[in-house]
């Protein structure tokens, strides 16, 4: 079992930048990567970055792509979501989530990080 955690969200302004931070641990072996999701309440769940441990290869979704960088440090086993010129519908609980190395999965969800955005 792969155990996440995030950190780094909190409260700032419309146009500042925030890190978010997702460190793994345990059976990191059976992980294909790491998804970046957000959720407003009331809402889906949204699927907005993703990369792989091996190689790197990475996706951002089209809409915040210009604002958000994806990236990780093996050594650490940690993925990063850098978010540039924050704006108010950023506000959300972010959530990072392990893919399974064998079908695709995400099945081990960290606990959320809140990023609210004051304009």
């Known amino acids: 079992q792969v155990h996440l955690v995030e950190s780094g969200g909190g409260l700032v302004q419309a146009g500042d930048s925030l890190r978010l931070s997702c460190a793994a641990s345990?059976?990191?072996?059976?992980?294909?990567?790491i998804g970046w999701f957000r959720q407003v309440s009331g809402q889906e769940r949204e699927n907005i970055a993703v990369?792989?441990?091996?190689?790197?290869?990475?996706w951002v979704l089209g809409s915040v792509k210009d604002r958000f960088t994806i990236s990780k440090d093996n050594a650490k086993n940690t993925v990063y979501l850098q978010m540039k010129n924050l704006q108010s519908e950023d506000t959300a609980v972010y959530y990072c989530?392990?893919?399974?190395?064998?079908?695709?999965?995400?099945?081990?969800w960290g606990q959320g990080t809140q990023v609210t955005i004051s304009s």
């Open positions: 989530a392990s893919k399974d190395i064998k079908d695709g999965q995400y099945k081990e």
């Open positions: 345990g059976r990191t072996s059976s992980s294909y990567g």
């Open positions: 990369i792989s441990w091996s190689g790197g290869s990475t």
